[in-house]
């Protein structure tokens, strides 16, 4: 006996497959854009849109509304009327973006959980273990499939991340990050990110100034050179299962790249990239780099490996990965003033009451090995260097730590470093 939708109607039929037995949904996508709305969703903003949306109590939902936005904006279909659902999936599409560029720009505020394990074999009401059973056969794309060529008993995780402390989203093979449900608790907290607006993360490109256009890109291009290889490496352990494509992914990825190509003129195409270092595989690929630097005789960096050039590997090591300075606080009539000191400080002038903070230098055995004959021009205390060491207190209380290295005749900012302040 044939059934028909009581509540939803598509343009896209959808063939309904054997009664009394599970069938594979595998035209998922296009009978979701295609489902017909009405005037209903052209009346409603994309903000109750999303919260009637992301009502549904799994996570996988939310991550697929990411896959299925992705999909659908980089392929629409003409023969399709999805007026209705686009301004929703533009929505995530901007939430997707700006995650990324929080990424890009401030490694020392977002952080990965270790892998959460959704262990489906787990107690039958257990929340993760319930998790892990609603992936069914996408369970091996949500695994390490490294360690489940090793052990079949493998099982899926997520990992969480989080922006100062505030969760915000998870890790997901289909789009490579997703935001969560509700973080408007980030508030103050975002700090300079002006692209956190009414909430929830948007489009950060009308935000971005230069310098953090020129880090996007990278960061982008960057994702972009492993993403082929990403998506060989989720569907490695299929077996029989159809493979997964991350079409969308991958082309809104592209699209994003060459829209800040436009938008940047003359970005450099090489450069420093942001790490996270405790990503799970197949994450870790996803979002790896490698750019080495080697310095010349001159004192000056280069990416040429030549013969009379010394490695130093990731430019961004010449700080230090130490989590705190020490820092002095000098008032105005202070005497003796520590910048006639003998030693080196990286100084702050206070505008409030016209004195000074002083901090310990945040580079690494390796930045003052190269550095120590150059500390008052890179201090800016000597003459006029093209290499610059400078800081501000920001909005938290941390000492943000900005350096600008000459690479190839080109000055290039380093991704700041922010340490928590042990004043004396």
């Avoid at 997520?158 to 509700?182: A, K, N």
């Avoid at 490695?311 to 130490?322: P, T």
């Avoid at 945040?362 to 150059?374: Q, R, V, Y």
Wanted: net charge negative.
């Amino acid at each position: 006996m044939s059934t028909k939708a009581l509540l939803i109607k598509s343009y896209t039929n959808l063939s309904t497959g054997t009664a009394g037995e599970w069938n594979e949904l595998n035209m998922a996508p296009s009978y979701i854009q295609g489902i017909k709305t009405g005037k209903i969703l052209d009346e409603m903003s994309s903000d109750k849109l999303a919260a009637l949306i992301s009502g549904v109590p799994t996570p996988w939902a939310r991550a697929r509304l990411f896959k299925f936005a992705l999909q659908t904006l980089n392929a629409p279909d003409p023969n399709i009327d999805s007026s209705g659902l686009q301004q929703f999936y533009e929505m995530l599409h901007g939430e997707w973006r700006g995650l990324l560029a929080v990424m890009a720009l401030y490694p020392d505020r977002v952080s990965f959980s270790a892998p959460v394990s959704l262990n489906g074999n787990g107690r039958l009401y257990d929340i993760a273990s319930a998790f892990g059973r609603m992936l069914f056969d996408d369970k091996d794309l949500w695994s390490n499939q490294l360690q489940l060529a090793k052990d079949p008993d493998t099982q899926p995780f997520i990992q969480l991340i989080y922006y100062r402390g505030h969760l915000v989203g998870g890790t997901s093979p289909m789009t490579g990050v997703f935001t969560g449900v509700d973080y408007s608790q980030i508030g103050a907290d975002a700090g300079e990110v002006q692209w956190f607006r009414n909430g929830r993360f948007e489009d950060p490109m009308p935000f971005l100034n230069p310098e953090q256009l020129q880090k996007v890109y990278l960061f982008v291009k960057n994702l972009n050179r492993n993403i082929e290889a990403f998506e060989d490496n989720i569907n490695a352990q299929r077996g029989g299962k159809r493979r997964a494509e991350l079409n969308g992914f991958k082309g809104m990825s592209r699209k994003w790249e060459e829209e800040m190509q436009r938008a940047g003129g003359q970005l450099r195409d090489k450069g420093p990239v942001a790490q996270y270092v405790n990503l799970e595989y197949p994450f870790s690929d996803l979002f790896k780099s490698s750019v080495p630097v080697y310095l010349k005789p001159d004192f000056t960096f280069t990416y040429d490996d030549g013969s009379d050039c010394k490695l130093v590997g990731d430019v961004q090591k010449l700080l230090s990965d130490d989590k705190f300075v020490v820092g002095w606080a000098e008032a105005p009539d202070a005497r003796p003033k520590l910048s006639e000191s003998a030693v080196y400080y990286l100084k702050i002038d206070n505008l409030v009451d016209k004195g000074a903070n002083y901090f310990s230098l945040p580079l690494s055995e390796i930045g003052l090995d190269i550095f120590k004959n150059s500390l008052a021009g890179l201090l800016g205390y000597g003459d006029n260097s093209k290499t610059r060491l400078s800081a501000r207190l920001n909005d938290a209380g941390l000492l943000a730590v900005s350096l600008v290295v000459e690479i190839d005749g080109q000055q290039v900012e380093l991704n700041t470093r922010e340490y928590v302040v042990k004043w004396m």
